[in-house]
């Protein structure tokens, strides 16, 4: 399918030149010259990290290049597009979009688009990118848009001239959600797993037989708009509707999916490795490169279940399911005689820290029980834990990224060694065992990804999508030591392996670092602050000699958008 591009396609964007201009092309940079009205010309140049796409001008001659620029004082973003006689072969080898991708194709039948931006995200950028790239871009594809109400169910909308999310006369439609609570997202989320959301050869209800179509997902968010998605679908999804898939515009705080995703693309621009990223192109560039030329992958999920008496921290309701499951996915024991699997689910994933709403919620209603959530990113209790719980505050918020350094610092001082026990799993193998047995600890980290933050590769031997989960550990060894390791961590993950000696000369301490298939942690703590636990950023408290046990999940939840290159 071509690209139609819309009548004033030249328009949509200020910045478009009043006529074409002819290119150069050297150095991985653009270059063309313009008139001032002194007659003197002035040589522009664009990046090639700047580039999103080109489009071919129908019935003309010459491209229009789409480009992304970012905080230069004024703006937070400027798109702009250059009218271009001719191209070099090497850009339009990497950027020509010569059809709109089969995920974007909403017709409100077979394919359902959505954009949801998540208004608090990080420090709040997430409107703006909407408004000033993501809009205009979409629009010049022939995409437009159409705002769900607050109260509108997104599978209830009439299709009528394309209105739910279909072709009629003015081309494809996708539907914006903007957040207004903390519980927007999964909220949207649980409808996804209903049947006949669309329909084919007609309108309304006197049509051929009801249908689920495929839909994609943009999520202008940070790692919580994945989780929501993923904790907020119906545990009765039926077998008949399509996977969703997600695509993932990093305007969170850490963005831990996005940059572990899109790491090879890093090191490409770099110059570590091969591949297709532009040098020095920006997270949020090769975030739309991935919307619009990526493609679909399963995204690897774990499950993080609960002891009885847990429950979500700054959360504003309870959510239950009536799905109960009896089974209790149990195919055998776990140390201290806990079931592998829990027994009934709690539907919804009630989160204080995804989008970064606050939920405090009334102070007189009880906490919201929880006995699992799913995750993608992280399960860890000591303190990386405490540091996610303690940094999500209004005063460290504003601060974006820094909070974590700020909030560290204080736990620091403290230098809490946490008691509890850890039993792992081995991949292949149906036997736990006990990790430094009769020693507190300082951090037990689970992860299925390389990177919490785009340079802190707490897992170096993890690649995207390979779907293994490895725990990080290490034991009671001191505020100062314990730093030591965090910044090791931003130096491609050298914290691995690091040991210090006690004055004997032997081994006293080490970083742990293994593959695991099941991970328990049994929590002895007496204070509160002390038996938070962290998944994908949601707080878990559990009580005292409570645990939580993390193991990989099988099958397909979720798929998600990754750049070129990846797969």
């Not at 963005?255 to 997270?283: D, Q, V, W």
């Not at 350094?405 to 008691?419: F, P, V």
């Not at 993890?462 to 505020?479: A, C, E, I, Q």
Request: hydrophobic share 35%; aromatic share 6%.
């Amino acid at each position: 399918m071509a690209v139609h591009m819309p009548v004033n396609a030249t328009t949509v964007l200020e910045a478009t030149p009043p006529r074409q201009a002819h290119v150069d092309y050297r150095d991985g940079e653009l270059f063309w010259a313009t008139q001032n009205g002194d007659s003197k010309g002035h040589l522009n140049r664009l990046k090639r990290e700047q580039i999103v796409f080109i489009l071919k001008r129908p019935e003309s001659d010459g491209y229009l290049v789409y480009s992304l620029s970012e905080a230069d004082g004024k703006t937070l973003f400027e798109v702009s597009v250059l009218l271009a006689a001719q191209l070099p072969e090497e850009p339009l080898a990497e950027f020509l979009l010569d059809e709109i991708p089969l995920h974007l194709r909403s017709d409100g039948r077979h394919q359902i688009l959505d954009v949801i931006v998540s208004t608090r995200s990080g420090i709040g950028q997430a409107p703006a990118f909407y408004e000033g790239v993501l809009h205009p871009l979409l629009k010049a594809l022939g995409l437009r848009e159409q705002r769900l109400g607050l109260t509108e169910p997104a599978d209830q909308i009439a299709d009528e001239e394309g209105v739910n999310g279909g072709t009629g006369e003015y081309g494809y439609r996708y539907r914006l959600t903007v957040t207004s609570s903390a519980t927007t997202v999964r909220d949207f989320a649980r409808g996804l797993g209903k049947t006949g959301a669309g329909h084919v050869n007609g309108h309304g209800s006197n049509c051929s037989k009801p249908v689920s179509p495929n839909r994609t997902i943009v999520l202008l968010s940070g790692d919580g708009g994945v989780i929501d998605i993923l904790n907020g679908i119906d545990r009765s999804i039926s077998t008949e509707v399509p996977v969703p898939t997600v695509a993932v515009l990093p305007l969170g705080t850490g963005n831990a999916l996005f940059h572990s995703l899109h790491k090879p693309l890093y090191e490409t621009a770099s110059g570590n490795s091969e591949g297709a990223a532009s040098p020095g192109a920006s997270s949020l560039v090769l975030g739309l490169r991935t919307l619009f030329r990526g493609t679909v992958a399963p995204l690897p999920t774990f499950r993080a279940t609960f002891s009885p008496g847990s429950h979500l921290v700054s959360s504003p309701e309870l959510v239950t399911d009536s799905d109960v499951d009896t089974n209790g996915n149990t195919d055998g024991k776990l140390p201290n005689g806990h079931a592998n699997g829990t027994n009934g689910h709690t539907n919804g994933h009630t989160n204080g820290h995804t989008n970064g709403h606050s939920t405090n919620g009334n102070p007189h209603k009880s906490p919201p029980l929880v006995d699992h959530l799913l995750g993608t990113i992280v399960a860890s209790y000591g303190f990386h834990a405490s540091l996610v719980y303690e940094s999500d505050t209004p005063s460290y918020r504003v601060h974006g990224d820094k909070r974590f350094g700020m909030a560290a610092a204080e736990l620091l001082k403290l230098s809490h060694a946490y008691n509890a026990t850890v039993h792992v799993r081995p991949p292949h193998s149906s036997k736990f065992t006990r990790l430094r047995a009769g020693k507190r600890f300082n951090y037990v980290l689970a992860t299925m990804v390389s990177n919490l933050e785009k340079t802190f590769t707490i897992s170096p031997a993890s690649k995207p999508l390979d779907g293994k989960l490895r725990l990080v550990h290490f034991g009671d060894v001191g505020g100062e030591r314990t730093m030591e390791v965090m910044m090791a961590a931003y130096k491609e993950g050298s914290h691995v392996g690091m040991a210090w000696k006690g004055e004997d000369g032997e081994e006293e301490e080490k970083v742990g670092y293994e593959e695991v298939e099941e991970v328990r942690v049994t929590i002895d703590e007496e204070e509160a602050r002390w038996r938070k636990v962290c998944i994908d950023g949601t707080i878990v408290e559990v009580e005292k000699g409570g645990w939580m046990g993390v193991r990989r999940e099988e099958g397909e939840r979720l798929r998600v958008l990754v750049g070129r290159g990846i797969l």
